[in-house]
């Protein structure tokens, strides 16, 4: 897994022209029930702002294709949440983890609209958060309130994450060197 992240990282950087529209897949990918279980897009978001840190790569193109993707699948899944139902529960690889479905349904149950907010920052929560408010046919627009600044907030931390954690590593590695 750790050879894919560095790959993936190092992919985006060799094709910094594209990158804003790979960070927008990536986000989709993060996003989107199902995928989202299967594809480690956090990780990769996450060196991708070492590059950020190292400038290799400026924030605000990486930031806005982020959140398109974001939203976009977020989006997709409460889509997928309305048309199929609960059925989707049954499917792989949902249905091999009865247990986190069950913990986002309480979840959706006790917080509504905060658990979608809350579902772009908590992975486990996020493969199932978005489907969980379109089974409960959430209307859209509360869906989307709740929707838009998670997609947003998440975009600009995660990226962060990884540019201020590299930085903090490049200064205490020149500390302790002396370079």
Same mark, same amino acid.
Do not use: C
């Given at each position: 897994?750790?050879? &894919? #992240?560095?790959? +993936?990282?190092?992919? #985006?950087?060799? =094709? ?7 960070? &927008? ?5 993060? %996003?989107?029930?199902? #995928? ?15 590059? $950020? !840190?190292?400038?290799?790569?400026? &924030?605000?193109?990486?930031? !806005?294709? !982020? ?13 997928? *949440? ?24 309480? +979840?959706? @149950? /006790? ?8 579902? =772009? ?6 493969? $199932?958060?978005?489907?969980?408010? *379109?089974?409960? %046919? ?14 947003? !907030?998440? @975009?600009?931390?995660?990226? /962060? %994450? ?9 200064? @205490?590695?020149? @500390?302790?060197?002396?370079?």
């Amino acid at each position: 897994m750790q050879a &894919f #992240v560095s790959q +993936a990282v190092e992919f #985006v950087s060799a =094709h910094r022209a594209w990158a804003p529209v790979i960070i &927008f897949l990536l986000a989709l990918g993060e %996003t989107t029930a199902l #995928v989202s279980l299967i594809f480690p897009s956090t990780a990769i978001l996450l060196g991708v702002g070492a590059l $950020v !840190a190292a400038g290799a790569l400026d &924030f605000l193109p990486l930031f !806005a294709g !982020a959140a398109l993707g974001a939203l976009a699948g977020s989006s997709i899944s409460y889509w997928l *949440g309305r048309r199929y139902g609960s059925e989707i529960m049954d499917r792989w690889p949902l249905n091999r983890n009865p247990r986190l479905t069950e913990r986002a349904s309480a +979840a959706f @149950a /006790k917080w509504g609209a905060g658990a979608v907010l809350l579902g =772009h920052f908590i992975g486990p929560l996020r493969s $199932v958060a978005f489907v969980m408010a *379109g089974i409960a %046919t959430m209307r859209i627009a509360l869906f989307q309130l709740a929707n838009v600044p998670g997609a947003i !907030a998440w @975009a600009f931390v995660i990226p /962060k %994450t990884g540019e201020y954690g590299s930085g903090a590593l490049g200064a @205490a590695w020149r @500390a302790l060197t002396g370079g």
